[in-house]
Structures are given as structure tokens and as C-alpha cells.
């Protein structure tokens, strides 16, 4: 019963891992038109250095709902990573 417990909670815990990573959620969401998030980014046409970190994520959130929209959770690492990279 122990192995099967670890066993679980290990598989369970990655798959929750997976969930929240960034690269792995856009990947998931946009990369079947989107392969590239470095080069998706710098096709967008504004100024990033003149936006706050904050205004950048909110601007991706609103995008990405408008675009296409993943669950409101993904949407929002999805927004935080990419503002980043931004």
C-alpha cells in the first residue's frame, strides 16, 4: 500500500507541476499557431519598456481572453510569463 501511495503522490505532484508551468501551459494553448514566445512577443507592436510589469500582464490577460481563452488559472500564468519575457 506504501508503494502504491508514493507511487501516486509522485506521478500526482508532477502532473500538478505540469499544470503550472508557464512554458508547458503556453505550449498546451497557443503553441499549436504560436512555436516561439520569445519571437510571438517581440512581433507585438508597442513599447514594453514604457509599460509597468503590471500593465504588461493585464494587457496579455486581456489579450489571451480575446484571442483564445484557457481556463481564467492558465490564462493568468500563462499573462505573468509572458509579461516577463516582454
Do not use: N, Y
Amino acid at each position: 500500500m506504501r508503494v502504491f501511495l508514493t507511487v501516486f503522490l509522485t506521478i500526482w505532484s508532477g502532473a500538478a507541476l505540469a499544470e503550472t508551468d508557464p512554458a508547458q501551459l503556453f505550449a498546451q494553448s497557443c503553441g499549436r499557431c504560436h512555436r516561439d514566445a520569445e519571437r510571438m512577443v517581440a512581433k507585438i507592436d508597442w513599447t514594453a519598456d514604457t509599460q509597468t510589469p503590471e500593465a504588461r500582464r493585464d494587457w496579455f490577460d486581456d489579450f489571451i481572453a480575446t484571442h483564445h481563452s484557457p481556463d481564467p488559472d492558465s490564462r493568468a500564468v500563462i499573462a505573468e510569463w509572458l509579461a516577463g519575457i516582454a
